[in-house]
């Protein structure tokens, strides 16, 4: 094993971690805001409402996230409104067309996720909720969303990892992420398993994090449902 070849490289490696830590945590925020409001829509009862969220939960979900990244870097090139437009100094980059992916692919499994959450809430909380004569909005505010986020947390938390992992996908629209880093230095050394060994043990560390975070997220969100101690 060629340890030297890493041990040299550590920065790069680093500099690929802060990419995709940044990727990660954008794609998420931009997704958990765009995800709420499609769920709501998606759990309305006129189905013209509904059908739109809907569209946008099956084909974010349906299809392949190294082809959404593909059509946004690739695809939107070859027309020129797009080139003549003030979107191109956007998709013309790649790191904005990988965030602008990761985030439209997150946002279609998270609001999938909170869609059959807000699905599970029990009907007597609605039916008391409006007897105390609570507005639509804030029945959703006060009863339907934070329950359904209690709900959501351990489906959400495998997203998040998914997510992570997705990240990876950066590396191939010359985006010097982790995967990034790890295809250079093995560019330059031809040691793929050193390189690639290397990237993969930051992802498990971030992994660890996300699983260790969540943890304790759901310890605090569901401390309700913990026995007690006599």
């Known amino acids: 094993m060629d340890l030297a070849a890493i041990t040299d490289n550590i920065p790069l490696y680093f500099k690929g971690l802060w990419v995709t830590i940044q990727l990660l945590v954008l794609a998420l ?12 829509w998606a759990t309305s009862r006129n189905p013209l409402i509904a059908s739109w969220p809907k569209a946008f939960i ?16 690739y695809g939107m090139a070859q027309f020129e409104a797009i080139r003549e437009s003030f979107l191109w100094p956007v998709f013309k980059e790649a790191y904005w067309c990988a965030l602008i992916a990761f985030s439209l692919n997150t946002a279609g499994y998270t609001a999938e996720i909170l869609r059959g959450a807000m699905k599970q ?3 007597g909380e609605l039916d008391a909720a409006r ?13 339907i969303l934070p329950s ?3 709900r959501a947390l351990p489906a959400y938390g495998n997203e998040v990892i998914f997510m992570l992992h997705g990240t990876a996908l950066a590396g191939i629209i010359t985006i010097v992420d982790l995967f990034g880093a790890a295809r250079i230095v093995n560019s330059r050394y031809f040691v793929p398993f050193e390189s690639f060994v290397t ?6 560390c971030l992994t660890f994090l996300i699983v260790w975070g969540f943890k304790l997220w ?3 969100w569901h401390a309700h449902l913990h026995p007690r101690d006599a």
């Open 29 to 40: 925020a931009c997704g958990l805001v765009l995800a709420v409001p499609i769920a709501m």
């Open 58 to 73: 099956y084909f974010f979900t349906g299809t392949p996230l190294l082809v959404q990244m593909f059509i946004l870097y």
């Open 121 to 123: 809430t029990d009907f």
């Open 131 to 143: 007897s105390c004569g609570m507005s639509k909005g804030l029945i959703y505010r006060r009863i």
């Open 148 to 150: 359904a986020f209690r």
């Open 199 to 204: 990237a993969a043990f930051f992802y498990l």
């Open 218 to 220: 759901e310890k605090r």
